[in-house]
């Protein structure tokens, strides 16, 4: 009773016989327990794009909605002043819209438990068909990922692969130890350890740390030597990370003249074969 009392809820007691303990009749529970900095964190809130792919982006914005009316109107004035200054956009520069044409059967065959025929495209454009169990959606950057059982074996398919997807009446029962999140995590570390780190050192233009740091990340960028380190001419030495030479080669093209590899040195070598060959190409046209 005092536990009760502590967190506000009005609670009287009559002594004597037929006494007792009740609860005040005109009480009933409200969201006034909102504190300010509470209400404001709430409504930063913006609706993720893979909700709004999976199609309940309308119905938590109506959940929102009916929560803002019931604050109080001190509250409402913290709503509207998070609102106009905090706008979180988690969308990527330049990522267009991931065509997920199945993700509502998916998403029903999952609520459902019952097994999905499933035809997608494997590596290479190889198309493989087969009866799977699901067991999670997960979004990664935007990026909506299958969890299925096949057999014994627990795989991810990324669900822009899927081709076909249709949901059997037939059931199947979740293995009792599997957790989500868990498993999501185990599995990113495990792929991300296989990729191959493949180091390039370059010679950066002046200017152009910005843009690098923009296109790979602070993950894939290691200034080599001291931060803002540079040489007579403005040209910065920095350190990539690529999964391997040719994705290197890809990615370093695009800048031309702006990057200088300087290691290794295969990789600059075929950065010379390629250019030739383009340069020849278009002489020849």
């Not at 959940?63 to 004035?77: F, G």
């Not at 059982?149 to 009792?176: G, I, Y």
């Not at 894939?220 to 350190?239: H, K, N, P």
Request: charged share 25%; hydrophobic share 45%; with cysteine.
């Amino acid at each position: 009773m005092t536990a009760l009392s502590t967190a506000g809820i009005p609670i009287y007691t009559d002594r004597g016989p037929g006494g007792g303990i009740a609860l005040l009749d005109s009480y009933h529970t409200t969201l006034t327990g909102l504190s300010e900095e509470e209400a404001a964190a709430l409504f930063m809130l913006s609706i993720p794009a893979p909700l709004e792919a999976l199609g309940v982006g309308r119905k938590l914005r109506a959940a929102l909605l009916k929560l803002s009316a019931a604050l109080p109107e001190s509250r409402r004035v913290t709503e509207s002043h998070a609102r106009q200054r905090i706008h979180l956009d988690s969308v990527p520069w330049h990522q267009g819209e991931q065509f997920v044409p199945f993700l509502a059967v998916l998403q029903q065959a999952l609520w459902q438990d019952c097994r999905l025929d499933l035809a997608y495209e494997a590596s290479f454009g190889a198309q493989i068909r087969a009866i799977v169990e699901p067991l999670g959606l997960v979004a990664k950057a935007n990026t909506w990922y299958l969890v299925y059982r096949r057999e014994t074996a627990f795989k991810v398919l990324e669900v822009e692969r899927v081709l076909q997807a249709a949901m059997l009446s037939d059931r199947f029962h979740r293995p009792m130890d599997f957790e989500l999140v868990e498993f999501w995590h185990r599995w990113t570390e495990e792929n991300e350890a296989i990729h191959t780190r493949y180091p390039v050192l370059v010679r950066a233009a002046p200017d152009l740390s910005a843009q690098l740091k923009q296109s790979w990340g602070e993950n894939m960028l290691e200034w080599a030597g001291q931060a803002g380190e540079v040489d007579d001419f403005g040209w910065s030495t920095i350190r990539l990370v690529f999964e391997s030479l040719d994705a290197a080669r890809g990615r370093l093209l695009a800048f031309g003249r702006a990057v200088e590899v300087l290691e290794p040195l295969p990789l600059r070598k075929s950065l010379v074969d390629f250019a030739e060959q383009i340069a020849d190409f278009y002489r020849g046209k």
